[in-house]
Nanobody, 117 residues
């Protein structure tokens, strides 16, 4: 059993920045890791993911503003969010992809990000 614990969410004004962290209870070096978000009344969507080798992928709406990174030595994945917009408001979830099945196997509990003036 692996636990993923997110932190770093909060209330920020439009144009501001936040950095989310996701700490895993075990090694993540063989796993694709991702950040998802779910806004009220909407489906959960992939925001960004990062491969074992560090290749990144972003949803179009955050390209150029968000950066995903990983520190395998700390079993941690980060999401740096800049130039935040009200439409980025959501609960953000960390996700691990199973190396065996290539499907999601663990989720964090989520951290709330609210962008509002």
């Amino acid at each position: 059993q692996v636990q993923l614990v997110e932190s770093g969410g909060g209330l920020v004004q439009p144009g501001g920045s936040l950095r989310l962290s996701c700490v895993a209870s075990g090694s993540i070096r063989l796993n694709v890791m991702g950040w998802y978000r779910q806004a009220p009344g909407k489906q959960r969507e992939l925001v960004a993911d990062i491969s074992i080798g560090g290749r990144t992928n972003y949803v179009n709406s955050v390209k150029g503003r968000f950066t995903i990174s990983r520190d395998n030595a700390k079993n941690t994945v980060y999401l740096q969010m800049n130039s935040l917009k009200p439409e980025d408001t959501a609960v953000y979830y960390c996700n691990r992809v199973s190396a065996a099945t290539m499907s999601s196997d663990y989720w964090g509990q989520g951290t709330q990000v609210t962008v509002s003036s």
